[in-house]
């Protein structure tokens, strides 16, 4: 390709060799020339796993354990991944964050490489943890039994309620 004016190095994130050599107008051509550049166009990319045991309704009845971990392809390499959980503040995760907290949660999360492109838009995964059983109370009416030695001599009613404070 003859250069005529300045051109844009595009395409996939990675190292591209750059070769060049000058002729004059009497032909002499000089030794090839080569350069290397790194492009880097595009931001890391985050996932996430969820690990525990998943009981009804999609809820998870014991602590929740998230792994993140992230790629930049061939680009700059990822300088730290962030997470906010429950839009509390930004921490950079180091390593497995374990969750025990009973209800609902809401993890955002989101990459960074060494260029500062950052993943936008970031992130977010939900989930829920119930690990405390519900707790039922009976009441009978009438509530003092009606016979001699704590029995009922006539019909009872018995009335179940339940609490559960989580789900």
């Known amino acids: 390709m003859l250069y005529e004016s300045p051109f844009n190095l595009e395409g996939i994130d990675g190292q591209y ?14 030794e090839t020339n080569s350069e290397l550049y790194n492009l ?6 985050t996932t996430h796993v969820l690990i525990g045991n998943i009981g009804d309704n999609s809820w998870f009845d014991s602590y929740v354990t998230v792994e993140l971990s992230s790629s930049d392809g061939s680009g700059s390499g990822v300088l730290a991944i962030y997470y906010s959980r429950n839009a509390g503040p930004i921490t950079e995760y180091l390593g497995p964050i374990q ?16 260029l500062g492109l950052t993943e ?15 707790v039922t109370t009976a009441t009978l009416t009438p509530s003092i039994p009606d016979g001699l030695a704590e029995w009922y001599v006539s019909p009872v009613d018995v009335t179940l309620s339940f609490t559960d404070v989580t789900s």
């Open 99 to 114: 969750i025990a907290l009973e209800g609902v949660h809401v993890l955002e999360y989101w990459a960074m490489d060494n």
């Open 17 to 30: 060799n750059v070769e060049f050599y000058g002729v004059d107008y009497l032909g002499n051509q000089e």
């Open 40 to 45: 880097d166009n595009t931001a890391p990319t």
């Open 120 to 134: 936008m838009p970031s992130k977010s995964t939900g989930f829920k943890i119930d690990t405390i059983a519900p």
